[in-house]
């Protein structure tokens, strides 16, 4: 079982930055690959990023390679998301999932834990 808790939303300005953490309970937390989603309003929940479990491969959505960056402190049990260069449409609620699946990493489908979200707003 794997709690999660995502912090560090908030309202930036397009061209800033923030970043996301998401803090894990449980002692299974580095078995896990982990990923970001995010949902805006009246669309579907999309994949943003993912690290798998060691933090040694990271995943990117074309929307937002080059300026997010994924990583993963397994010794603080802590997924970050680093957003540069944020724009108006990053505007969303950010989830941070776990996913034991390696190969469904993309796919929001096959995660198992889900954090409550936190709400990003890039104002132009």
């Known amino acids: 079982q794997v709690q999660l808790e995502e912090s560090g939303g908030g309202l930036v300005q397009a061209g800033g930055s923030l970043r996301l953490s998401c803090a894990a309970s449980g002692r299974t937390f580095s078995s896990y690959a982990m990923g970001w989603f995010r949902q805006a309003p009246g669309k579907e929940r999309e994949f943003v990023a993912a690290?798998?479990?060691?933090?040694?491969?990271?995943y990117y959505a074309d929307s937002v390679k080059g300026r997010f960056t994924i990583s993963r402190d397994n010794a603080k049990n802590t997924m970050y998301l680093q957003m540069n260069s944020l724009k108006p449409e990053d505007t969303a609620v950010y989830y941070c999932?776990?996913?034991?699946?390696?190969?469904?990493?993309?796919?929001?489908?096959?995660?198992?834990?889900w954090g409550q979200g936190t709400q990003v707003t890039v104002s132009s």
């Open positions: 999932a776990a996913v034991s699946y390696g190969p469904g990493i993309y796919s929001d489908y096959f995660y198992d834990y």
């Open positions: 690290v798998s479990w060691s933090g040694g491969s990271t």
